[in-house]
Structures are given as structure tokens and as C-alpha cells.
């Protein structure tokens, strides 16, 4: 009964300690208190969204070694972007050393 209460369809997605909906100041002490105690440097919360699309975009290293990333309009759907162009300019780190690699073929 418990975990429906916390865990339902209905249920905020971060709850106080009733289970009911937090305040945005309090959530953001919480979420600074657990940077804290985890030895993280404090970053504001949108930097975890940032986080997110970047490496959505830039791929995510999977267990058997593989490197998978979603295209730039399926991540700025995601994050409810209204053209692709703004993950490419935020999210979208630029490899230099792989372009470096591919260019090194090609004399001039």
C-alpha cells in the first residue's frame, strides 16, 4: 500500500517525506545536500538537463562497449526544443580529435 501511495501514476515525480508534492526551495536544498554528502561540485539543477542532452547527443558508452546517441532532433524533441538547431549549438560537443583523424587522410 505503502510503495502505491509514493510510486502511482499520480504521485509526484520528487515527493516530500508524506509522499505529497515538494516545494522548488526545499527540493533544490535537498538536491544540494545530496551534491554535498556525494562529493560532487554544486551545479544548478539545469546543468542535469544539460547533462542529459549532451550525452544523449554524444552517446552513452553501453556495457558491452558499444556507443549509442540519439540524433540532434530526437534529443531537441526530448527536451521539448522547437528546431534541432538549438541542441546542436548547445549540446553537441565538436570531436576534434576524431575530425583530426578522418582529415589526416587528405593532403591539400
Known sequence: MRRER???PN????SDEKGGYTRPVNF???YYRILKAAGIEQKGLHSLRHTFGSSLVNGI?????TLM???PRQVADLLGHST???TEM???KK???RLQGITDGFSL
Do not use: H, M, N, W
Not at 11 to 14: E, G, R
Not at 61 to 65: K, S, V
Open 95 to 97: 570531436d576534434t580529435t
Open 90 to 92: 548547445y549540446y553537441v
Open 69 to 71: 546517441a540519439l540524433s
Open 84 to 86: 534541432s538547431q538549438i
Open 28 to 30: 533544490r536544498k535537498r
Open 6 to 8: 509514493f510510486f502511482g
Open 61 to 65: 558508452r553501453q556495457p558491452d562497449g
Open 11 to 14: 504521485s509526484p515525480l520528487v
